[in-house]
């Protein structure tokens, strides 16, 4: 099984940064995530309780960036990760956390992570 749910450019606004200025204001990341799924009861049953509801991951991303404080992408990242793995049984996921603007003379600076085991 190789099927992917994805999610690309995902806003979420929050708290992040290690400057003083940056604890006091919000700012967007932009958030792409590939999660291995079986996609094939859904394709079967037409259902979306069949389905990992990408709408429902990224409505919970979003929530948890709101309520978040973190300094470091990488801090953001890795709960972001455990969040969807935990919450939405996800076994492997690759996540890109981009940081728009943070390097004025870069198109993008973030990171990119992969955690669990992907399915055969
Ligand atoms: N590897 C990282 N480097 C930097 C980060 C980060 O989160 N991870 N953050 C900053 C500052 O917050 C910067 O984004 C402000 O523009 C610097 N380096």
Same mark, same amino acid.
């Given at each position: 099984m190789s099927d992917i749910v994805f999610i690309r450019g995902l806003k979420l606004p929050t708290t992040i940064g290690v400057?003083?200025?940056e604890r006091e204001v919000r700012q967007e990341l932009l958030v792409d995530l590939e999660m291995a799924?079986?996609?094939a009861p859904a394709g079967a049953s037409d259902q979306v309780a069949d389905a990992l509801d990408y709408s429902a991951v990224a409505t919970r991303l979003r929530e948890f960036a709101a309520e978040s404080s973190f300094e470091l992408i990488e801090k953001m990242a890795t709960a972001l990760? +455990?969040?969807v793995m935990r +919450?939405?049984?996800v076994p492997w996921l690759r996540?890109?956390?981009c940081k728009p603007g943070a390097v004025t003379e870069a198109v993008d600076v973030g990171v990119l992570i992969e955690r669990g085991s992907r399915p055969a």
């Open positions: 400057y003083g200025w799924w079986d996609i990760a +455990e969040l +919450e939405f049984s996540l890109r956390v």
